[in-house]
């Protein structure tokens, strides 16, 4: 099939922005809606290739994905991989960079409580736009576009991926072309993370259609990302093309292809022959890495990703009700044989829920110690009493359980099979019973029925800590409730905390805040947090402009930056 | 001569088939040798100082003869040697109980089918086109969606996916036997048609049923691997000589050992239930000529 | 002949209608769902999860989502994926030609070579031919797809360097040369498993064949080796081959999944396995019927071809 370049005039990228001219003046601002200040401009750097990006978009790079790309509507269901393409073709209001701070992107400037884009009480929102964005047809984008898509969202015909955050805005004006106001119902603050990783779509191609959830944009959309809709051939590839007229720096490359190679071990096997020129999702296996840190010609880069590997205790299944069996499996856990041997010492040891890298991290967190002795005195002591196969039991409650994670995961499986074995010498028995995805986060995960599930979850709304959803009372979907509480965690004082903390536009305010949550739900071991997940992708010698971004979902959010040294 | 020579010309026809058998010597070894794998399965796991379970994490990948592992450890430090023994249990249980029952399902099925033709024949013949029509993997979520994944469900499903295969060989062969001689001479004589079925009519299409047959048992081993690889199949810890292939598929250049074991006990496996079924058919069918 | 055609064409027809409806069970029934994906990220709450439900019509009595999909697919409608909207018929008309490509090739290098292995090691009965043969047929046998696959990858692209790792072409280059220079190592490994196959039943069917009163009495009559083989003995152990090939049809439009996984070819093998994976109901419904549909055609097919080709077989 021939591919499509985009013939390109000399001298298209005339106007490349050399960063943000706003970055100073949000730098001296004390507290304002959730921007991260501590690290200074100078981090901040451009590129950090010894080489200049070209003047023109120059050559091509293949990145490998193992999941493939299929929702190219960024407002509907989708998942990391197919954000990583959104990241291409659409932009949003403004993203969240590597340092956390927040970068205008179709906004001329990131509305705060002190520049007046959000009044002192929160309700009132005014966003100035920029006003020389076009979409890939050429038409001029305008807050008519911010408009429609917030609009979409609340369309209760449309399949969006999530109203949350977006149900509060109603009244919205559009004052100028440039220029948008709405008002909240009420303050919520992580709205500002929330409007970071939606997308914008074009009202003048999406409002003659007929059905929102199914139209001929699905599978060729229009965006005013870094890079146009070039084809697509179903589970092979995406091509895209650079888009000219991109509002931003960049785009230095001509050609963008995500390569779909399912089996992770073909994908580590095609970057070593330099079939590919990126490995994206999920990256290298871990027991590839060292070998992979030798090859010529290519460059390896291990970053944490904002997941957290943990074991899942169902709150209300007979064991896990009492906390002495939670902290006594948790000082059972071999974390160091777990993150060293089977993970090849990749990922970080963490006690917390929050990323490392995030503002609201709390470092004064009990810290876990691998003490069998200590696990079986606090079973002893509590009453857990050995029967005859060596089972603890109490009060007719066998210290029994499952433990289950996605099938095919051969890490997680060693883990488990460790975890029977460093258990069983405390008296308490694990079986394992995996499943496929498609089965494990069905009702099984949802309903909380489950015993205890190993698997990462990325905690964080972007880069906003409110977990609400995770660990509410109110949350528990087997109960009626509206999140993904599957924990069936239950505390008045963690309510409290999240309530306040979601109402809270201040900063230092809220770090106390989620530092007060997070001491909290360590020390009830809602969770038995194992290590934070680690991505190792691999760049081909050349390819300059990679920077993971712990924030996005993908660390394919810049490519508009890459280029061929 | 004289007596000696009648003598021998008189044996049973059990004798002679045994006869016939041991001539064949690929399959007297094939034999031998899978006598060894199943004792070795069996009794082997006693005679070794290590469990199949035991996981010591700080000795894994330690490669075969470098200590006291004999086949080295895999990635959890556990004894390859004793995994492959017990696996083996696993995996020679899945293939020939297996491949019985796809045989046996298969065997009934066609025969019925090619016999009496007719509307018993059509009716059989389009449930195994039924059961054709859907792939393997959607034999395996039917499976899934009713048990939890195990030895025997492994087992059933392995067979559920083999039976339809082996009854269209025998239908067609049956269907096309049927208007022979012999069994025009059977019905004449007022032979009872199961009589006429099993007697004349299956034994005279032996040759495909025990190609088929062999074939099916190396189907079914490494389908077990298949059906591990799709997330059934023998659960951790157990070992099978599949999940052990699958799990090593990561490992294949830092520690090639933890598939060249399973894959050479497979290989060896399956081409010693293919000589025997090669010296089963020649001593069984009455027709062949030894040279 | 021709009511046994009608028939059997009845036969095919009543036969989908039971395999839609005990697939379509099945799909339905099994644990787990399209949303299951979305279910671990944090932006989608319950809330959003059981709304998509509701749109997707997914919290309908069973048999009423049945009779909905089963209408629509009489109106040629075969729906839409759940997850890139395209039409179900359009994405497997895209994954088709790559699949005939690979299946098509390798069966042909398999039904050749296997007949040719198979019938020499007949003929040749216990030489060093045949006993090569037959453990070269088990070693293939007895190694999965994948293994074959990556050491072929290993050897050929990672350290000779002389074929691509993978993919049905280069992005860019969709050049006949490209494609063939794609298209060798994953149908030798596919051929490597199907020539075992065919040499084997060859290899039976020729030995039941050659053993027969009438190939003594061709050879009595003086007649050259050669043409006893080809003429007599060749066409009639072909015949049992046909109900092979009629049980092989399916697989040049179903592909193999493990092979395109290993290659990343992007095949039907693979988009079944991934539609299954992420419960991608109207895909799966849709390949189903169309390789339900294969294999009737191909079990007819095979049955009128033995009926006209052995006039012994009477039909019906």
């Known amino acids: 099939m021939a591919?499509?370049?985009?013939?390109?005039?000399?001298?298209?990228?005339?106007?490349?922005?050399?960063?943000?001219?706003?970055?100073?003046?949000?730098?001296?601002?004390?507290?304002?809606?959730?921007?991260?200040?501590?690290?200074?401009?100078?981090?901040?750097?451009?590129?950090?290739?010894?080489?200049?990006?070209?003047?023109?978009?120059?050559?091509?790079?293949?990145?490998?994905?193992?999941?493939?790309?299929?929702?190219?509507?960024?407002?509907?269901?989708?998942?990391?991989?197919?954000?990583?393409?959104?990241?291409?073709?659409?932009?949003?209001?403004?993203?969240?960079?590597?340092?956390?701070?927040?970068?205008?992107?179709?906004?001329?400037?990131?509305?705060?409580?002190?520049?007046?884009?959000?009044?002192?009480?929160?309700?009132?929102?005014?966003?100035?736009?920029?006003?020389?964005?076009?979409?890939?047809?050429?038409?001029?984008?305008?807050?008519?576009?911010?408009?429609?898509?917030?609009?979409?969202?609340?369309?209760?015909?449309?399949?969006?991926?999530?109203?949350?955050?977006?149900?509060?805005?109603?009244?919205?004006?559009?004052?100028?072309?440039?220029?948008?106001?709405?008002?909240?119902?009420?303050?919520?603050?992580?709205?500002?993370?929330?409007?970071?990783?939606?997308?914008?779509?074009?009202?003048?191609?999406?409002?003659?259609?007929?059905?929102?959830?199914?139209?001929?944009?699905?599978?060729?959309?229009?965006?005013?990302?870094?890079?146009?809709?070039?084809?697509?051939?179903?589970?092979?590839?995406?091509?895209?093309?650079?888009?000219?007229?991109?509002?931003?720096?960049?785009?230095?490359?001509?050609?963008?292809?995500?390569?779909?190679?399912?089996?992770?071990?073909?994908?580590?096997?095609?970057?070593?022959?330099?079939?590919?020129?990126?490995?994206?999702?999920?990256?290298?296996?871990?027991?590839?890495?060292?070998?992979?840190?030798?090859?010529?010609?290519?460059?390896?880069?291990?970053?944490?990703?904002?997941?957290?590997?943990h074991i899942a205790p169902n709150l209300e299944f007979g064991p896990f009700v009492d906390r002495t069996v939670r902290e006594a499996l948790y000082h059972a856990i071999n974390k160091k044989a777990i993150i060293d041997a089977l993970n090849y010492g990749l990922p970080k040891q963490t006690e917390s829920f929050v990323p490392q890298q995030a503002w609201s991290f709390q470092p004064d967190l009990p810290q876990h110690s691998y003490d069998p002795a200590k696990a079986n005195a606090l079973l002893d002591a509590a009453g857990w009493v050995r029967g005859a196969s060596g089972i603890r039991e109490k009060g007719g409650v066998k210290l029994e359980f499952t433990n289950s994670t996605t099938s095919g995961n051969a890490v997680r499986e060693q883990t488990q099979q460790l975890l029977i074995q460093d258990w069983r010498a405390i008296g308490a028995a694990m079986r394992v019973n995996d499943m496929p995805a498609a089965v494990i986060w069905g009702d099984f995960w949802q309903q909380s029925k489950f015993n205890s599930v190993l698997v990462g979850v990325n905690f964080m709304l972007g880069s906003d800590p409110d977990v609400t959803p995770r660990f509410g009372s109110g949350a528990t979907p087997a109960k009626g409730g509206r999140g993904y509480n599957t924990y069936q965690y239950q505390n008045p004082e963690a309510d409290r905390l999240l309530a306040e903390g979601a109402r809270q536009f201040d900063l230092a305010q809220r770090k106390v805040i989620y530092g007060d949550l997070q001491k909290l739900i360590r020390n009830d071991l809602a969770i038995l947090p194992l290590f934070q997940s680690s991505i190792t992708e691999g760049v081909k010698e050349g390819l300059q402009g990679f920077r993971p971004n712990i924030n996005t979902s993908s660390n394919c959010w810049n490519m508009r930056e890459w280029y061929w040294a | 001569m004289g007596a000696a020579a009648l003598q021998s010309v008189q044996l049973a026809p059990g004798q002679a088939a045994w006869q016939r058998f041991r001539r064949h010597r690929l399959a007297v070894a094939g034999a031998a040798i899978i006598v060894i794998l199943v004792l070795g399965s069996a009794f082997g796991p006693y005679l070794l100082p290590f469990d199949d379970t035991y996981i010591d994490i700080m000795r894994r990948f330690a490669p075969p003869l470098s200590g006291a592992h004999i086949l080295g450890t895999d990635e959890l430090g556990r004894d390859v040697l004793a995994r492959l023994m017990m696996g083996g249990r696993v995996s020679i249980a899945i293939g020939i109980v297996a491949m019985i029952i796809a045989m046996a399902v298969g065997i009934l099925v066609g025969a019925f089918a090619g016999f009496y033709g007719g509307v018993l024949g059509a009716v059989l013949m389009r449930l195994v086109d039924a059961v054709l029509c859907f792939p393997a993997i959607f034999l395996l979520l039917a499976l899934a969606a009713l048990t939890e994944p195990g030895l025997m469900t492994t087992t059933v499903l392995i067979a559920a996916t083999a039976w339809m295969n082996v009854a269209r060989v025998v239908e067609a062969q049956v269907r096309s036997l049927r208007e022979r001689e012999f069994a025009v001479a059977a019905v004449a004589f007022g032979s009872s048609d199961l009589r006429i079925m099993f007697r004349e009519l299956v034994p005279n299409a032996m040759a495909p049923i025990v190609v088929s047959a062999t074939l099916n048992v190396a189907t079914a081993i490494l389908l077990e691997s298949y059906v591990s690889y799709l997330g059934y199949g023998i659960q951790p810890p157990a070992a099978s000589w599949g999940n052990m292939l699958n799990n090593a598929q990561i490992y294949l250049t830092s520690a090639p050992w933890l598939a060249l074991a399973p894959g050479i006990a497979i290989t060896l496996a399956v081409t010693s239930f293919n000589f025997l079924g090669d010296g089963l058919r020649d001593a069984l069918d009455p027709r062949m000529n030894i040279p | 002949m021709a009511r046994y055609v009608a028939n059997r064409l009845i036969q095919a027809i009543l036969l989908l209608v039971i395999v839609s409806a005990l697939g379509f069970a099945i799909l339905h029934l099994a644990p787990g769902g399209p949303l299951a994906q979305f279910a671990v990220s944090s932006q989608m709450s319950q809330e959003d999860l059981a709304r998509v439900t509701r749109q997707l019509g997914l919290d309908r009595p069973l048999p009423i989502q049945y009779l909905d999909w089963f209408g629509r697919m009489l109106r040629g409608d075969w729906g839409r994926s759940y997850r890139d909207g395209e039409g179900v018929l359009t994405i497997i008309g895209s994954h088709l030609g790559a699949t005939f490509e690979l299946m098509a090739t390798a069966t042909v290098i398999a039904v050749l070579l296997g007949c040719w292995i198979g019938v020499l090691g007949a003929v040749r009965r216990y030489s060093l031919f045949d006993s090569l043969a037959t453990i070269g047929a088990m070693i293939a046998l007895s190694i999965p797809t994948f293994w074959f696959g990556l050491v072929t990858i290993y050897i050929f692209s990672v350290h000779l360097g002389w074929l691509p790792s993978g993919d049905r072409q280069t992005i860019g280059d969709g050049s006949v040369l490209d494609l063939l220079h794609h298209l060798i190592a994953p149908a030798m490994v596919l051929a490597l498993v199907e020539t075992a196959i065919w040499g084997r039943f060859m290899r039976s069917s020729m030995l039941e064949v050659v053993n027969q009163d009438y190939i003594r009495t061709a050879r009595a009559k003086g007649l050259p080796e050669w043409r006893i083989l080809t003429t007599h003995a060749l066409r009639n152990a072909l015949l049992p081959m046909i109900t092979v090939a009629g049980l092989q049809f399916p697989t040049l439009l179903g592909g193999a999944l493990v092979t395109e996984t290993v290659f990343t070819w992007p095949g039907m093998g693979r988009l079944f396995l991934d539609s299954i994976g992420y419960r991608d109901y109207p895909v799966v419904m849709g390949i189903l019927m169309f390789s339900a549909t294969m294999v009737l055609i191909g079990s007819l097919l095979a049955d009128i071809l033995y009926a006209v080709v052995d006039p012994r077989i009477r039909v019906g």
């Open chain 1, 3 to 309: 591919d499509e370049t985009g013939r390109f005039g000399v001298g298209a990228l005339g106007h490349l922005t050399p960063g943000n001219p706003n970055r100073r003046q949000f730098m001296l601002l004390g507290a304002s809606a959730g921007a991260a200040l501590t690290v200074p401009a100078s981090a901040f750097a451009q590129s950090e290739g010894q080489a200049n990006p070209p003047d023109k978009p120059r050559g091509q790079v293949i990145a490998a994905l193992s999941q493939e790309p299929t929702v190219f509507h960024p407002l509907m269901p989708g998942i990391e991989v197919d954000q990583g393409v959104w990241w291409q073709i659409f932009s949003p209001l403004w993203f969240v960079d590597p340092a956390g701070h927040f970068v205008p992107d179709l906004a001329r400037e990131i509305p705060t409580i002190d520049n007046g884009g959000i009044s002192a009480d929160g309700l009132t929102w005014k966003i100035k736009l920029r006003s020389d964005a076009k979409w890939h047809d050429g038409t001029a984008f305008t807050a008519e576009d911010v408009k429609f898509s917030l609009d979409l969202i609340n369309n209760p015909d449309f399949r969006v991926l999530s109203r949350v955050g977006h149900r509060l805005v109603k009244d919205i004006k559009v004052v100028a072309p440039d220029e948008i106001h709405w008002r909240m119902e009420s303050p919520y603050s992580p709205y500002m993370s929330i409007l970071s990783l939606t997308c914008m779509v074009p009202k003048h191609i999406l409002e003659k259609v007929s059905d929102p959830n199914n139209s001929p944009f699905h599978n060729a959309p229009v965006g005013t990302g870094p890079f146009r809709w070039g084809e697509r051939v179903p589970g092979d590839h995406i091509l895209l093309n650079a888009h000219t007229g991109y509002h931003g720096k960049g785009p230095y490359l001509e050609r963008v292809v995500f390569k779909y190679i399912p089996d992770l071990t073909v994908l580590y096997t095609q970057f070593r022959t330099g079939q590919v020129d990126y490995t994206g999702i999920q990256g290298i296996l871990p027991n590839f890495v060292q070998e992979a840190k030798t090859l010529r010609g290519h460059k390896i880069f291990v970053s944490s990703t904002a997941s957290v590997e």
